[in-house]
């Protein structure tokens, strides 16, 4: 192989007579192209982005555009503005900056230009070399990304007192090591989309939020933030209960503990309602309709997340995922640690792992006090050298590892003299080379196991599942998270499910007794129902549709013995309400005044095209008569079941508020705005834009009542079903047939 640099003329042409043979000639070049362009952005603004492995390009664009804004904010900064932001990783992959020859040298120890034919298909000395180059070649972009945009990044923040949440970790597969990107950040920080039936259709195109977590964990973040609940396509559509809420609980089992909604679009008076919107994301701004009822749905995401960021994170294991670039694990789900359900891992970078992890009481530990009882290793036949020479050392402490021998080196740098020292300390942890794939070996004090999975493992040395359904339908789909806060163990478990689900589940949690907290409702208490069983503790719940508990156990199970055989409270039927129901819609939105339903339907059911596109608040009154208490005994405590909303609704007993409800059962406790005989019963329901802007689609604009950007809605789309459907029920249950009432509401 011959450099011809040299005999290039300034014009391009080439001067060089070939010796005898057979030659090939390569040229190399680079040059922007439309895999550097901005994706996703308002129209006109379009163009290239920046170069992410160039400090010169990153140092110029802060210079000239983020220190004025910094400046711009002056004493806020650090304060009202607290954190600085980049969105995902939008281009294409790019794999050269004008840098690169110098830095591969500089971090590899070796040349870069008798290699480049490698990155053009054509093998350099050997296929072996070759790869070993392509894997040098790949690590080099990665660090460029981390060394010469990221910590550049957080170093100009921290400058000024602020702090950073950029999306490093792609999610996209980009040239970096995603997790390593993410450690840089002062709050890992990724996205989750709400469901969609036309764009990113299934899990694993949705939820991107395992990998800031592991971020967190193993660099001592206490928050983990994600964009959601994003989604292209629905417009108005996401609806509460049944898409934002799993979406949200799915992602929280994942790590997250901070919401960043997107979008919230400031939309001035003079653009109408709904106004104007971004096309991406999930619409959230007072012009929403269902804006002035949304504290309770905001409320369940804050409890949520403030018992989420409570105490560290609980996981058995910590999987090593290798040193190679590009390097992504996105999803829970993924599992690179094989644990399978029940357990938890995180995902730990080589930086983690050399510079951050030791061994306390056979347990690998991070500096902040998160620990594993094991090390998983990538199923791979080559590792980074530094990697198992740490890994040799965290053995000798004490450490049980597990993953397969490696035979080789990862780099072409010292080879092959590196590949001796990979067999030497192979040798020195798994042994001798044989043909038996299971091998259990204890090496100072430590262990080397392989031949089996980390669930395997954990199984066979007695460690129980972490959180497992024991008793419930095949069809229950339960998600959990567990964290430790001193001691207090919290467990938040989600229903991905539409449908309820009656189940038992244990706990690897022994002598404390389990309270459940209604994020909800606010409400929580001592379970009346549980049992002890081989040192776990097993709890009946009930999860409605989509459904959630945190389990919460902090005192002693001898101060809160179980008391009972469920933990559900005991309904008791009053009656239906059936019969006509007066319904008045709002006629600033085309709706009329009052009209009776002599059956709960859809207002898309209806022919008056002021109720089939209403978008907005419908108010059902009825009157509810109630017979005088019984003499004696407790008053018993009377609830209200709606049993199906579109979307939302709150009831009012004689002009009180009794409370919104926004997820099924739809069930209000109407007892303390109740009087015997007449009773004024007010439903009021809200549905979302979409009817509204299909009907007025159809209009003349002089004639529409709705102003918008969006134009996805057309005379063509389905309309949403909207409105109360019930059947509506009266219920009531007593406090002592209410196993552990008491409980506070918050």
Sequence with gaps: ?????????????????????????????????????????????????????????????????????????????????????????????????????????????????????????????SREESNRFLDDFRRTMGDLAIDHHFKLFKEGAHKHGLLIHPESG???????????????????????????????????????????????????????LAEGFTTIGPHWQETLWDNLKPSFDYACTEGLNLLVWHAFVCSPASEGIPGQQYFAGTHLNPNVTWWAKSRPFFSYLNRCQTLLQSGTPVADVACYYGNHVPNFTQHRSTDPARVGAGYDYDVLTEEALLQRLSVRDGRLVLPEGVSYRLLVLPERDSISLPALRKLAELVAAGATILGPRPSRAQSLNDFPRCDAEVTALAEQLWGPAQ?????????????????????????????????????????????????????????????????????????????????????????????AAYSARDGRTLVPLDFDPCGSWFVVFREPATQHPPIAKMNSPAWSPVRELAGNWTVRFDAQWGGPAAVTFDQLVSWTART?????????????????????????????????????????????????????????????????????????????????????????????????????????????TKLMESGLFGPVRLLKTKLEDNPGSGGARN
């Design 608 to 716: 008056e095209p002021g109720i089939k596109f209403f978008s907005g608040t419908a108010v059902y009154e009825k009157t509810l008569e109630l017979p005088a208490p019984e003499s004696g005994g407790e008053k018993p405590r009377l609830f209200l079941e709606l049993s199906n909303v579109r979307e939302l609704a709150e009831v009012k007993v004689n002009g009180q508020s009794c409370g919104i409800t926004w997820t099924p059962p739809f069930r209000v406790d109407i007892t303390d705005a109740t009087r015997p005989g007449a009773n004024k019963l007010e439903i009021e329901v809200v549905n979302f834009w979409p009817n509204r802007l299909i009907g007025d689609a159809s209009l003349p604009a002089a004639q529409r009542r709705t102003k918008t950007n969006i134009r996805k809605l057309t005379p063509d």
């Design 435 to 527: 043909h038996s794939a299971l091998l259990q070996r204890t090496v100072g004090q430590g262990r080397v196991v392989s031949g089996q999975t980390a669930r395997e493992f954990l199984r066979a040395n007695g460690v129980a599942a972490d959180f497992e359904m024991v008793t419930g339908p095949a069809m229950a789909d339960l998600h959990y998270l567990h964290r430790r806060d001193g001691n207090v163990e919290i467990y938040f478990v989600a229903n991905r499910t539409n449908v309820a689900v009656a189940t038992e589940c244990a706990f690897r949690v022994r002598g404390k007794a389990p309270e459940l907290w209604n994020a909800v409702t606010g409400e929580h208490r001592f379970a």
């Design 1 to 125: 192989m011959l450099d011809l640099t040299g005999k290039l003329a300034a014009d391009g042409t080439l001067h060089w007579t070939a010796p005898a043979g057979e030659w090939g000639i390569i040229r190399f070049g680079f040059t922007l192209n439309d895999h550097c362009r901005v994706s996703t952005c308002s129209e006109g603004w379009d163009g290239y982005a920046l170069d992410p492995f160039d400090a010169g390009a990153f140092l110029r664009y802060w210079n000239a555009v983020v220190e004025p804004l910094i400046a711009d904010a002056g004493s806020l900064a650090g304060k009202a503005l607290k954190y600085l932001h980049t969105d995902s990783w939008e281009v294409e992959v790019a794999n050269w900056t004008p840098t690169l020859r110098e830095e591969f040298q500089k971090r590899r120890g070796y040349e870069l230009l008798p290699w480049l034919p490698v990155i053009a298909g054509k093998i350099v000395n």
């Design 170 to 224: 792609g999610p996209h597969s980009v040239p970096i090591d995603a997790q390593q990107c993410l450690g840089f950040n002062d709050a890992p920080m990724s996205e989750f989309w709400a469901w969609s039936w036309r764009h990113r259709i299934g899990d694993g195109n949705r939820f991107f939020v395992k990998q800031p977590a592991s971020a967190a964990h193993t660099y001592g973040r206490k928050l983990v």
